[in-house]
């Protein structure tokens, strides 16, 4: 697998003396209550003690946001091999096989389960319904509440990860980063805005962080999304992979004000069209699939038919569809499009993409075990090569059941081995006596970072963009890492800076295009570079692992 090093220049991003702050003790950490964080925790036997914390309220997360629905087969027409056939064809060479078929298999497991804990699924004639989404040749997808599967799918595992009592949930406490000693994870060093620091020993850790989306200026994601997760893991020594790799959503509602609401790929399932602003339908221009096309098909072409019409949207057509059926199927979406004045069944939606999935992660094995021992990682903040070089819809939430139980069994089965011994390791931050003062203006920043993204790290590439885009953010980097910050704002803009950085390397490095990543300047794939492309961080730089196009690691 290729590689190379890019050096953090810190290893903590604070400072801290272990005489002086809290310390608590847990046998499995959990960083993040979205659907893998809350499914880990549920995996962990009833006799060990859990803290899983979350940044913001435990229902604040992209899954709780998530629209569409959860992939898995239930039609006795579908079968396994189907699913796998189109997850691996959407991966674009980069999947693994066998880690799709473990996904797939266990996939109607871990959503029955979800039955088992409260969720109300929607039903047809007495049985589970099914939808359609783009890249499915069947219709496998099952949601509820018609359009807000995330809400649902949340509200019951969120009640009953609360009932647990070996469990506690820590919210609104921003995990700054992971404890290290002698090559393993021990913990995490969090915060929050009553206790302040507070370092949490843990036999075994489970990140589960989730994406990266406020990387981007158009995003689906909610403020959550700062790519924390894979920063702390990195400058704690985890590697990660295909980084290169964000999916971009093609229908991101564009009216100003109305924070970017996702439109639900099962809109197109459903047999919605799209439409330029002539009124044209352009996606036979593009691929035979129309608008179920892969979402970087139909993503790409949205984008090149804007700058063909010079308008800074296209749009959705739903107005041949009978009004009882968008009703039933898209009635969160009806309501945010009737609070800007917009009939969602008759009138045009104006849409564009948007940054949604975090592709790249923490490279883990078929358990969710990290390069970095007692780290586990599960759902989007990992890749474990069900997704390759795109997402298939709707296989994001089955990957972070499966992964959040396996994590969380690895990591409860682990820590029973371990004996208890309630002791803090004498750590060492690696900051001089007197770091910087924050006074930044932070907004300003995250601003122009997540707009650079946009515009050079976005749908499509070239090495003259992503050359710009390396210049700049070392530039932002190199005052800002020096920096020592007193709370959230300053520490995501830190984490986001370090995974921009990660983003624009391996986005130079691959010299081709493949699935979500688009290289206008190698515009085909190169089955030479039909392989993950890792990252680690490293004090010390080898000569031959530097990246070439950014010179980072030299
Ligand atoms: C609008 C939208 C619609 C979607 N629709 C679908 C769909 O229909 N089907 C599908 O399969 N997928 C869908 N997805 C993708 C899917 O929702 C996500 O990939 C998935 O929910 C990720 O789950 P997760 O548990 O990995 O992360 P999340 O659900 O994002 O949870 C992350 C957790 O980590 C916590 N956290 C983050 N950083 C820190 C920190 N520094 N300290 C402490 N806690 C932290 C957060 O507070 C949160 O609790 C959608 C995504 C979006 C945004």
Same mark, same amino acid.
């Given at each position: ?132 989404? @783009? ?8 949601? !509820? $509440?018609?359009? =807000?599967?995330?809400?649902? +799918?949340? %509200? #019951? ?121 002539? @009124? ?8 035979? !699939? $129309?608008?179920? =096309?892969?979402?970087?098909? +139909?993503? %790409? #072409? ?253």
């Amino acid at each position: 697998m290729p590689g190379f090093i890019i050096p953090v220049k810190r290893r903590y991003l604070v400072r801290f003396d272990p005489k002086r702050i809290p310390h608590a003790f847990a046998d499995v950490l959990i960083i993040g209550g979205g659907i893998a964080g809350i499914r880990a925790a549920l995996a962990v036997e009833p006799n060990q003690d859990v803290i899983v914390v979350t940044k913001d309220r435990l229902l604040q997360s992209n899954s709780a946001y998530a629209q569409g629905g959860i992939a898995g087969v239930f039609d006795p027409l579908d079968n396994f091999g189907s699913h796998a056939a189109d997850t691996l064809a959407a991966g674009k060479g980069l999947c693994d096989p066998q880690i799709v078929d473990m996904v797939v298999r266990e996939a109607p497991h871990r959503i029955r389960e979800l039955i088992s804990y409260g969720a109300h699924f929607d039903m047809q004639e007495g049985e589970i319904a099914l939808t359609l989404e @783009g890249g499915h040749s069947h219709r496998r997808v099952v949601h !509820a $509440l018609g359009d =807000a599967t995330g809400q649902e +799918v949340m %509200r #019951a595992m969120a009640e009953l990860v609360r009932s647990r009592p070996n469990i506690l949930i820590w919210e609104s406490t921003f995990t700054i980063d992971l404890l290290t000693h002698e090559g393993s994870c021990r913990g995490g060093l969090v915060w929050n805005p009553n206790h302040g620091k507070t370092f949490v020993w843990a036999k075994q850790t489970v990140l589960a962080t989730g994406g990266a989306g406020r990387l981007y200026r158009e995003t689906t994601n909610p403020d959550i999304a700062t790519a924390d997760g894979h920063a702390i893991a990195y400058r704690a020594g985890a590697e990660l992979r295909d980084m290169e790799m964000v999916q971009f959503h093609p229908t991101v509602l564009y009216i100003a004000g109305s924070s970017r609401h996702l439109i639900s790929e099962a809109a197109r399932g459903e047999g919605a069209v799209l439409r330029d602003v002539t @009124g044209y339908r352009f996606m036979a221009d593009y691929d035979p !699939a $129309l608008e179920l =096309a892969p979402r970087d098909v +139909v993503s %790409r #072409a949205i984008a090149t038919q804007m700058a063909k019409t010079r308008h800074p949207c296209v749009y959705l057509d739903l107005s041949h569809l009978p009004v009882e059926v968008v009703e039933a199927r898209f009635p969160h979406i009806r309501k945010v499009c009737a609070e800007f004045g917009l009939d969602f069944a008759h009138d045009l939606i104006p849409v564009r993409p948007g940054a949604h999935y975090m592709i790249g992660g923490l490279t883990i094995n078929a358990d969710g075990q990290t390069t970095l021992p007692g780290l586990w990682a599960a759902g989007e903040v990992s890749s474990s090569g069900l997704h390759g070089a795109n997402r298939l819809a709707s296989n994001s939430l089955v990957e972070g059941l499966v992964y959040g139980r396996r994590t969380g069994v690895g990591a409860s089965h682990l820590a029973a081995a371990q004996p208890d011994t309630f002791t803090a390791i004498p750590l060492k931050s690696d900051w001089p006596e007197r770091p910087q003062d924050d006074g930044l203006d932070l907004e300003d920043l995250r601003n122009s970072l997540s707009s650079l993204m946009a515009r050079y790290v976005g749908i499509e590439r070239d090495a003259p963009g992503l050359k710009s885009a390396a210049e700049q953010v070392n530039f932002w980097d190199r005052y800002v890492s020096d920096r020592e910050f007193s709370g959230p704002r300053g520490w995501e803009l830190q984490n986001m800076l370090l995974v921009a950085k990660l983003m624009i390397a391996s986005a130079s490095a691959r010299k081709e295009s493949r699935g979500v990543h688009f290289r206008s300047d190698f515009p085909e794939s190169d089955p030479q570079q039909n392989q993950h492309i890792s990252v680690n961080a490293a004090q010390k730089q080898p000569a031959d692992h530097a990246n070439p196009a950014t010179g980072w690691g030299r």
